[in-house]
């Protein structure tokens, strides 16, 4: 059973960076792309972030430039590096792997 626990939200100012982790216990084909999801208060669930098994990447137009996904094979975790965060970035971010979703950690960007 593949379970996916996030890790490193928090409150942060505009302009800040946060890391956020997302361990995966459990075995599954390296090949399935590794992706982060964030859903704000009222809103839709929505894509920021995705990487594929040969390191390829892909953002979000809302993110470019600001966040970088990236994954450690060797400690089965995803990590998403937040930089330049601004209010608009406030939710719950998920991690995903094939069908399995992570409970998701806060990031709230306020001053």
């Known amino acids: 059973q593949v379970q996916l626990v996030e890790s490193g939200g928090g409150l942060v100012q505009p302009g800040g960076s946060l890391r956020l982790q997302c361990a995966r216990s459990?075995?599954?084909?390296?090949?399935?792309?590794k992706a982060w999801y964030r859903q704000a208060p009222g809103k839709q669930r929505e894509w920021v972030a995705d990487i594929a098994n040969s390191g390829y990447t892909k953002y979000a137009d809302s993110v470019k430039g600001r966040f970088t996904i990236s994954r450690d094979h060797a400690k089965n975790t995803i990590y998403l590096q937040m930089n330049s965060l601004k209010p608009e970035d406030t939710a719950v971010y998920y991690c995903?792997?094939?069908?399995?979703w992570g409970q998701g950690t806060q990031v709230t960007v306020s001053s």
């Open positions: 995903k792997v094939a069908d399995n």
């Open positions: 459990g075995s599954i084909p390296s090949t399935y792309v």
